[in-house]
């Protein structure tokens, strides 16, 4: 959850005040649709956190879906002709391939996301 404070424009994991501003200064909730007509007065852009944990969720699909798919052509091509090397090699190709082409794609599809987020703010990753 993506919390942040008015007054000094940050934005923080959780809590419910700001653990920068003097006294108990009441921290808002990002996803909320009364707070998002704040989200351009911040100083930091929230949106690169949701790109780089939806990029990191493709690689993630990709890396483990791969195995699974490597192995059933593996086992498909081994029940067709028993030549050990040359499926196990298609088998073992697949999965750096797919594991590749989506770590490739997700770092695609981020560069893409991140072409919307100005400059002129701080992009908050951690
Ligand atoms: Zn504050």
């Not at 351009?40 to 990191?56: C, G, H, I, Q, T």
């Not at 969720?57 to 052509?73: E, N, R, W």
């Not at 490739?104 to 100005?118: D, G, R, Y």
């Amino acid at each position: 959850m993506v919390k942040f404070c008015l007054q000094c424009k940050s934005s923080f994991w959780g809590g419910q005040y700001c653990p920068k501003c003097e006294g108990q200064v009441e921290l808002l909730d990002a996803a909320l649709p009364e707070n998002q007509k704040y989200l351009a007065e911040l100083n930091v852009d929230v949106r690169p956190k949701y790109f780089a944990r939806s990029s990191m969720m493709l690689t993630c699909f990709g890396f483990i879906m791969a195995l699974p798919v490597g192995m059933f052509i593996f086992l498909r091509g081994m029940a067709i002709a028993g030549n050990v090397l040359l499926w196990a090699s298609v088998g073992i190709g697949t999965v750096f391939a797919i594991a590749w082409g989506t770590w490739k794609l997700s770092h695609l599809v981020f560069a893409k996301q991140m072409t919307e987020v100005k400059d002129t703010k701080e992009a908050q990753l951690d």
